[in-house]
């Protein structure tokens, strides 16, 4: 039975359709639904970006910014999951790597399931390092499913 369920979201394509599998899920156990987002230069950017309209690179990002970009973030992935028929999803911000604060997440509050998406907003050392899908995947200690 999956009672509790973490969802790695950074704004992107790939953690948004993460997160509608993951209210798919929760609506047919019953799960909690926790999010973690980690607010990074790049997803900042990204954000500041779609709101805005014009390029603001991944420079300009500083501690409010962050902030900001992560209640942002957090706002739609609600908005995500209301509309999913979730509404009481709970978002939890990191201040560390995404993977880890996924996985201590999960650990803290015993989930059952990790969800992620298989590609989001990581940095071009994900590419040769390894993303943070395939971190969480590794180091997991509950089943995970990386969403396309």
């Known amino acids: 039975m999956i009672k509790s369920i973490v969802i790695g979201f950074d704004g992107s394509e790939a953690s948004e359709r993460a997160l509608k599998m993951a209210c798919e899920i929760s609506e047919k156990f019953g799960a909690v639904l926790r999010l973690s987002h980690t607010p990074k230069d790049e997803t900042v950017a990204y954000a500041a970006e779609a709101i805005s309209g014009f390029y603001v690179g991944p420079n300009a990002a500083h ?12 706002a739609r992935a609600k908005e995500l999951a209301a ?5 009481d999803i709970e978002v939890h911000i990191g201040h560390s790597d995404p993977a880890e604060d996924v996985l201590v997440l999960a650990k803290k509050v015993q989930a059952d399931l990790i969800v992620t998406g298989r590609r989001g ?8 390092m390894g993303s943070t899908s395939q971190s969480i995947s590794k180091n997991a200690e509950c089943a995970v499913l990386t969403v396309a």
Not at 83 to 87: D, E, F, I, L
Not at 121 to 128: A, E, S, T, V, Y
């Open 121 to 128: 907003l990581g940095n071009l050392r994900g590419l040769f």
């Open 83 to 87: 509309a999913a028929g979730q509404p």
């Open 63 to 74: 501690q409010d910014q962050l902030r900001e970009a992560a209640e942002s973030v957090g």
